[in-house]
């Protein structure tokens, strides 16, 4: 198949899903062309079957605001003719599956079918949908879609209850490849690469996020300094975004900045993970938790809020640990009983990367999408 693949190709879960999903794909023969302003980030640029196409936004004085989403379906509709595609498959409904219904109208009005699938990830349903100036686009466009799918049973529920969608979702989960994330092996090799994170003794607790008020990444620092004050220990932060500055000097005033470690965004967080004893998510809403399914793979246990689709993906006191939203004392005291008890810490790292291999692989996960491509094209989805 010539899949056309558009998402946002900044840091963030649909992005990531979207750039491995295409990657995935033509590891498998397909040919997947990727439209968007600019390359996902996680795209090499030298990746076999895989092209990319820029989306141009040209700025008049006319315009207090570029029409991407314009620009954005005249070259989804130019790539899908001159390239022959099969399908559009867009991440995220806003605004990408509004221009894919126009890509899809331009095309139809010269005869060629374009069907397109919209993938549901999480704040396209729960928040920015929900806005009063989105709503009605956005159920029009998700109800006018040939195929949708959601990541989660949460979000798809959800999505029906707040936009009264009536047509079909299929549940497709988020997905790793266990072949890329995947533990550290040798003892004496984690042991060594743990050093230039942490003196032998100490714990490493890590968080991966867009550091977005929803992640909750104060709530991150409070927990590590109540486990600081009773293990040696140190926090890893991986990402950016708008509450970085005020973990910063929260960790600042907290008396721990020695011990915390912001690292910014990075590309290669597969070899970051295994590094880690456990991961921090107490976020205030996930639809999946694609941060906790990375660390599980590569058998580190989460600290997790039970919210939205997490407890799809963590069963509680198995593979993790959840707890409500902002018991900060709970999660760390969560997390100080794991370290404290390395025989109960291990046996959840075995289950966590069991739970990822046997549900969540991409060898599982991607020929869904490909039979659901299929369907779409068959008209039956």
């Known amino acids: 198949m010539r899949i056309g693949i558009t ?14 999903l295409g990657i995935e794909l033509a590891a498998m023969g397909h040919e997947v062309h990727f439209i968007s302003y600019s390359q996902p980030f996680r795209l090499s640029g030298r990746d076999d079957g895989i092209l990319y196409h820029e989306v141009p936004v040209s700025s008049y004085p006319l315009f207090e605001f570029p029409p991407y989403d314009l620009a954005l379906a005249s070259r989804m509709a130019e790539v899908a003719e001159f390239y022959d595609l099969d399908l559009l498959h867009v991440h995220y409904a806003i605004p990408h599956s509004v221009s894919a219904l126009l890509a899809r109208q331009m095309l139809a009005a010269r005869g060629r079918r374009l069907p397109f699938v919209t993938t549901l990830h999480g704040t396209d349903i729960t928040l920015v949908g929900l806005d009063r100036s989105y709503l009605p686009i956005t159920r029009y466009a998700i109800q006018e879609s040939d195929g949708v799918t959601s990541i989660s049973d949460y979000l798809r529920e959800k999505t029906v209850q707040d936009f009264g969608v009536t047509r079909g979702i299929e549940v497709v989960p988020n997905f790793v490849n266990c072949d890329v994330y995947t533990p550290i092996r040798d003892d004496d090799k984690r042991a060594e690469a743990r050093k230039r994170l942490a003196a032998p003794d100490e714990a490493i607790l890590m968080h991966l996020s867009n550091f977005r008020p929803v992640k909750r990444v104060l709530d991150v620092v409070r927990i590590f300094a109540q486990v600081a004050r009773e293990v040696p220990a140190q926090l890893v932060l991986v990402g950016d975004g708008p509450d970085r500055s ?5 960790a600042h005033d907290l008396g721990i900045q020695s011990r915390v470690h912001f690292l910014g965004k990075m590309e290669r967080v597969n070899e970051l993970l295994p590094l880690a004893d456990l991961m921090l998510m107490p976020s205030e809403l996930e639809s999946f938790g694609l941060a906790a399914l990375e660390a599980m793979a590569c058998k580190v246990p989460s600290i997790a809020t039970s919210v939205g689709g997490v407890p799809e993906l963590i069963d509680n006191r198995v593979t993790g640990l959840l707890y409500a939203v902002g018991d900060v004392d709970g999660m760390a005291s969560g997390a100080l009983s794991l370290l404290q ?7 959840m790292r075995e289950a966590g ?9 991409s060898s599982l996960v991607v020929p869904h999408y490909v039979r659901y491509y299929e369907q779409v094209l068959a008209g039956t989805a």
């Open 341 to 347: 008890d390395r025989a109960r810490l291990e046996e």
């Open 353 to 361: 990367r069991k739970t990822a291999q046997s549900q969540f692989c």
């Open 7 to 20: 998402c946002y190709p900044t840091y963030g879960g649909s992005g990531v899903v979207a750039t491995e």
């Open 246 to 250: 005020a973990a910063e000097w929260l």
